[in-house]
């Protein structure tokens, strides 16, 4: 019966500390799978300041992340995910970021350059141009 009791005890919430922290680790990761410079991956962390994004890098464990830059990973990781299932091939994955597209969302730009345009929108329009080629809702 000890079983059941635990099943029935509530979970709590994962704290926002240990979310920023998973986050923050498969950002750079994926950083390092595009081959991101550092002035890129401030960008779309939202251009915190230098030494706190070196603070990040060091050690996701200690970052206390605002909203802005926890919707931005949201974003960044759905369409790393997106791309795992549109594209299986690792290489092809990691270069379609950066490859001219010529749908009308890019105008001729990669999905890198539209979402290096600073605001969250531009995050977000990709992921969305993404699961809408994978089938999903936009």
């Known amino acids: 019966m000890p079983n059941a ?7 709590s919430p994962p704290d926002s ?3 920023a922290a998973a986050g923050l680790r498969a950002f750079f990761n994926i950083a390092r799978d595009w081959q ?3 002035d890129a991956q401030m960008v779309l962390l939202g251009t915190p300041g230098r030494s706190t994004f070196f603070k990040w890098k060091a050690a996701p464990e200690s970052a206390d992340l605002k909203r802005d830059t926890l919707e931005r990973l949201s974003y960044i990781l759905g ?5 795992q299932i549109l594209l299986p091939d690792t290489a092809a994955t990691d270069a379609w970021v950066k ?3 010529t749908a009308p969302l890019f105008g001729g730009q990669s999905a890198l350059d539209r979402m ?3 605001n ?3 995050l977000m329009v990709v992921r969305q141009y993404l699961d809408v080629q994978r089938g999903g809702w936009a």
């Open 36 to 38: 991101l410079n550092t």
């Open 5 to 11: 009791a635990r099943a029935l005890k509530p979970h």
């Open 79 to 83: 369409i790393y995910k997106a791309l």
């Open 120 to 122: 969250v929108a531009d």
């Open 99 to 101: 490859k001219p597209n």
């Open 17 to 19: 500390r240990a979310i």
């Open 116 to 118: 290096l345009g600073g």
